[in-house]
């Protein structure tokens, strides 16, 4: 299938890392040009030369901040300057989510929620402000949302609560811009094959004693029974950010390999 995305042009936030990289790579992959941000410039560069060299696409690097309002703006004018527009958002930059973080109601003070909702709610929203003008010009927009599984789950409070808060943020986003040519998505991923979790997993196995493989197999504990890549949850946004994928919009695309039991619709 011809996904239509050559020669398209996306902003793809916390695109130095992890799931974001890999979405990255994917858009690259069929052909279009990027700006990827994330707030170290380090990482940063070694993305972009990295994606640059890989696919032969134009890849160009924008620190920035998305809490953040300023950096924002600066963000979409540098896109439209330098690749002379914009199709796509992806939205992927957020802190993720701490095992360690607190869960119960005593420890979830107004600054654990405040810090959730600011960087992964408030810095989606910055960022789709700022395009949807292009889009609209246009007539054409893809923006996909990248939030997590968090949002079916009660494992605590911050965390739903900045997960559901993106799909509501979708589901408004996209009846409002949807007249206007801009579909509006967001994917929710579960425990996920990246950069962060392989090393984490490398430590444990080192200090138990055990394999990567054996202790992913413990996690694995959605209907596929294996951990879903990186890439993987790519290989969807990519058909999400493409004009092939214009029945869908509002709503939420699980991409963690299914949960066993409950039935959503």
Do not use: C
């Not at 984490?200 to 138990?208: D, H, I, P, Q, S």
């Not at 390999?257 to 959503?264: H, K, R, S, T």
């Amino acid at each position: 299938m011809d996904l239509e995305l050559d020669g398209k042009r996306a902003i793809v936030t916390g695109g130095s890392k992890g799931i974001g990289l890999a979405i990255a790579r994917g858009l690259a992959a069929e052909g279009v040009d990027l700006v990827i941000a994330a707030r170290s410039a380090g990482p940063l560069e070694a993305a972009v030369r990295g994606l640059a060299e890989e696919t032969g696409r134009r890849v160009i690097g924008v620190p920035t901040d998305t809490g953040d309002d300023d950096q924002v703006q600066n963000l979409v004018a540098r896109t439209v300057e330098e690749l002379g527009g914009v199709d796509i958002l992806v939205n992927s930059a957020a802190t993720p989510w701490s095992a360690g973080a607190p869960t119960d109601l005593a420890a979830t003070t107004d600054d654990v929620v405040r810090r959730e909702v600011e960087i992964k709610v408030l810095g989606y929203l910055r960022t789709a402000r700022a395009v949807a003008p292009h889009f609209i010009a246009q007539g054409f927009g893809r923006i996909i949302n990248v939030s997590g599984l968090g949002a079916r789950q009660a494992n605590s409070i911050a965390q739903t609560v900045r997960n559901v808060s993106v799909a509501a943020l979708t589901k408004n986003l996209a009846d409002e811009l949807g007249p206007k040519g801009v579909n509006v998505t967001v994917v929710h991923p579960g425990i996920t094959r990246t950069e962060r979790l392989t090393e984490r997993l490398t430590a444990r196995a080192e200090n138990e004693d055990t394999t990567v493989a054996a202790l992913e197999a413990e996690l694995a504990n959605n209907s596929v029974r294996r951990i879903i890549d990186a890439r993987e949850v790519a290989d969807v946004v990519t058909f999400l950010a493409s004009p092939r994928s214009i029945a869908i919009t509002g709503d939420a695309v699980a991409v963690g390999g299914g949960v066993p039991g409950p039935v959503y619709y």
